[in-house]
């Protein structure tokens, strides 16, 4: 395995946590956030409790705000804006970091001043009062509002057209249960934080509905995706249940917990956090803008309606369900696999090939497993999704590797070191 791939294994790769081991190392890892946490790991979490839409571009923006913020006073990095003013003397980066944070959300979300109010407090509790805490403050503020002014137009928050399906053969349409319309149709306008375009990394089209690579992962997704009568594992059934919280949620609190317990500088957290959070951000742009050039169908309109698809290796399943919810938007290529990618690659080249960690779903609430790699668990991942039903194996491998590409390229580029 090298590091800038991710395999999906027909395989599970992660294992439940022994019970007395798996509840001690919860609980040091608990222990270590209290006593820990810093002011990059506490604002992460604000941002996971105020929740808003397109997340993702929330946390890209308070991390990309604190990481300009911290390094301006700090040093050692290139700035992701260009011409920040200079910090004033004796500025505290703690201070600017927790400046900076407020400073994005009380623009993206005025009606929760209140709270933003109080997590300020909390986080300048532990600085001495006086210039270096207010001049900190202010000036993380100012590095937020240019951060947020460059962003006004991304057109993240517009709008997308509607959908409208063919319903030829292999045209994606509404999965039951869906909302009346899918979600995120405006990607291909949407401006990613580090990538040229969100198009830079798109894939080629799926395999011909005629292919016997798509009658293979139809199979496949029939027998162990179906909601009655499959060939899962009780514990596969559980791996699926298990991935179903959204990839950006599940790598910012493997994040906070791993960084809490770390020992590093703020200036490496604010980093960590926010090459991060680019990265989750671009890989999503950039597999849903393929996802509407390409408008591929669900396995469960796919195994219902295989008898039109021309493939004489594939029957139809009128009454195939699948074991988990379909999310609402085209199935190719997988935006778990891109998201999970990218989040892997970036957390890998930061921490290490080989670093162990637990984590937690609340999908599963109380089941903790123990991954080898963040290269397995986004492996483990994908293989949820078939398990789910919601996918096709060779759309996760996609994924997957544009993901990969996202990740390498914001590493590439951006917040590099200045030697």
Request: glycine content about 10%.
């Given at each position: 395995m090298t590091v800038d791939s991710c395999p999906i294994r027909p395989r599970a790769v992660a294992r439940r946590a022994p019970a007395l081991v798996a509840v001690?190392?919860?609980?040091?890892?608990?222990?270590?956030?209290?006593?820990?946490?810093?002011?990059t790991t506490s604002w992460n979490n604000t941002v996971n409790v105020i929740g808003g839409p397109q997340n993702q571009r929330t946390w890209a923006m308070?991390?990309?705000?604190?990481?300009?913020?911290?390094?301006?006073?700090?040093?050692?990095?290139?700035?992701?804006?260009?011409?920040?003013?200079?910090p004033p003397a004796g500025a505290s980066a703690e201070a600017a970091a927790a400046g900076a944070a407020?400073?994005?959300?009380?623009?993206?979300f005025p009606a929760r001043a209140a709270d933003l109010a109080a997590a300020l407090t909390a986080s300048l509790s532990t600085i001495p009062d006086g210039p270096g805490e207010s001049n900190g403050v202010a000036y993380g503020d100012a590095v937020a509002a240019l951060l947020y002014t460059a962003r006004l137009d991304d057109n993240m928050l517009a709008a997308g057209p509607a959908y409208t399906s063919t319903n030829a053969p292999g045209d994606y349409q509404l999965t039951p249960g869906a909302p009346p319309q899918p979600v995120n149709t405006g990607a291909a306008s949407w401006r990613p934080f580090g990538l040229r375009s969100v198009d830079q990394f798109r894939p080629a089209p799926p395999p011909s509905l005629h292919s016997g690579r798509y009658a293979r992962d139809l199979d496949e997704t029939r027998r162990m995706g179906v909601l009655l009568g499959s060939e899962r594992t009780p514990e596969q059934d559980l791996i699926g249940r298990w991935h179903t919280e959204q990839a950006q949620f599940q790598f910012n609190r493997i994040a906070r917990a791993a960084?809490?317990?770390?020992?590093g500088s703020i200036l490496d957290h604010a980093r960590i956090l926010a090459l991060l959070n680019m990265a989750l951000n671009d890989a999503t742009a950039a597999v849903f803008e393929a996802k509407y050039v390409y408008r591929f169908w669900r396995p469960t309109t796919a195994i219902r309606r295989a008898g039109e698809d021309g493939n004489r290796h594939t029957e139809p399943?009128?009454?195939?369900?699948?074991?988990?919810?379909?999310p609402p938007h085209p199935e190719y290529p997988a935006a778990h696999g891109a998201v999970q990618g990218a989040a892997a690659r970036v957390m890998t080249a930061l921490l290490g090939r080989h670093f162990a960690f637990l984590a937690t779903s609340p999908t599963v609430p109380g089941e903790v497993r123990s991954f080898d790699s963040f290269a397995d668990f986004a492996a483990d991942g994908a293989e949820a999704r078939i398990y789910g039903g919601m996918h096709f194996r060779n759309s996760l491998e996609v994924g997957s590797q544009l993901?990969?590409?996202v990740g390498r390229w914001i590493l590439r580029h951006y917040l590099r070191p200045i030697h």
């Open positions: 001690f190392m919860a609980a040091q890892l608990v222990l270590a956030g209290s006593a820990r946490a810093d002011v308070v991390h990309l705000a604190m990481f300009d913020a911290v390094n301006a006073i700090e040093g050692g990095y290139t700035p992701y804006q260009r011409h920040l003013p200079a407020h400073g994005v959300l009380i623009r993206l960084l809490d317990a770390d020992g399943d009128p009454a195939w369900t699948p074991f988990l919810t379909t993901g990969t590409k």
